[in-house]
């Protein structure tokens, strides 16, 4: 099916406890293992793409091949920026079809700043009826400073003025998760998850989830995280495959690429069973056949956003795109 708007999914995730599973994609291999675990589990699936891992590629050829391979299956595929910290990634994203969007902003910009810059790409986002992700805080990369790290943990009544000043739809707080998989295990702060979840009315995303227990997981969806992010763990897996390959005598490069297709897909299904999220488009449920409902084109305050979107041809999406496109960088371009 074509690619699809990643709200009602989340809506659904939220009135049934499980949270979307979110992967980085970047080839094909990456691509088709997270989308092939997807179908197994009969669950609708985020590919995120986070810019640093194309730099061999480019952002309209992926995700052209993203929408592809969605067009070949029978569970949903959202297609997902993550991180980006520039507006005009946002708006090239836009531009080549992506149906979610993180923005970050440049590092070590003020929080009034932050707040400026995610209200100007939410009013973007918006305006072609998508959702929009930010980060609040500083979540850890492994290796860095376990000190700075604390300093950097979200605070619950910025979070709440965040939500309020920006419109953001979905906050990844800082609540102690690391950005890959290390010696240290990631300690969850689910106090102040559930602080931060009573204080904000938008969806809630956990990144870094490489490094947290199951047990702390399953806690997080229940106190509400509707989505979280995994890669090093799945990475990781993969590896270890192509490595058994390369010990063997000639080995083939189909082999090796299928084993990193192979550690995608395994580790993708146990991460999906880990966060509930399986059999999400059985019979018993319509979630994944409401995707292109009119209801879902309504911001949170419940205003009007492109109501047509998604029932639109590609070429009433372009003309719409370039549109926008050019009033946005114009505007820019004035300020």
């Keep these: 099916m074509p690619l699809v708007n990643l709200k009602p999914f989340l809506e659904d995730a939220k009135k049934n406890k499980y949270c979307l599973g979110c992967f980085n994609a970047f080839n094909i291999e990456t691509l088709e293992g997270i989308i092939e675990a997807a179908v197994n589990l009969k669950t609708p699936v985020v590919c995120a793409v986070y810019e640093p891992q194309l730099k061999y590629s480019d952002l309209e050829t992926f995700s052209n091949l993203v929408k592809d391979i969605s067009n070949k299956v029978n569970v949903p595929v959202i297609l997902h920026l993550d991180h980006a910290e520039e507006i005009s990634l946002i708006i090239n994203a836009i531009k080549c079809g992506f149906t979610s969007l993180m923005f970050d902003g440049p590092p070590s910009i003020s929080f009034e700043e932050k707040i400026r810059q995610t209200k100007k790409v939410v009013e973007i986002v918006h305006s072609v009826g998508l959702t929009l992700e930010s980060e609040l805080g500083y979540i850890t990369r492994v290796g860095e400073d376990e000190k700075a790290a604390k300093e950097n943990i979200a605070d619950p009544n910025r979070a709440e003025e965040f939500v309020e000043k920006t419109g953001v739809d979905i906050l990844a707080p800082a609540i ?110 319509n979630v994944c056949n409401i995707s292109t409902s009119p209801k879902y084109s309504t911001n949170r305050e419940g205003g009007k956003i492109n109501r047509d979107l998604d029932t639109r041809d590609d070429n009433s999406y372009e003309e719409l795109v370039k549109k926008l496109t050019s009033a946005v960088i114009k505007n820019i371009k004035n300020k």
């Design 176 to 285: 102690g998760s690391i950005h890959g998989l290390g010696e240290r295990k990631a300690t969850i702060d689910l106090e102040l998850l559930k602080e931060i979840k009573s204080k904000t009315d938008c969806y809630l995303s956990l990144h870094g989830g490489s490094g947290v227990d199951d047990s702390i997981i399953r806690e997080s969806i229940d106190i509400g995280i509707n989505k979280a992010s995994v890669y090093t763990r799945i990475s990781n897996l993969a590896i270890e495959k192509m490595k058994a390959i390369l010990g063997k005598d000639s080995p083939d490069l189909s082999l090796i690429m299928n084993e990193a297709r192979e550690g995608f897909r395994e580790m993708v299904e146990n991460r999906l069973n880990v966060f509930r999220s399986k059999n999400i488009c059985s019979f018993e449920t």
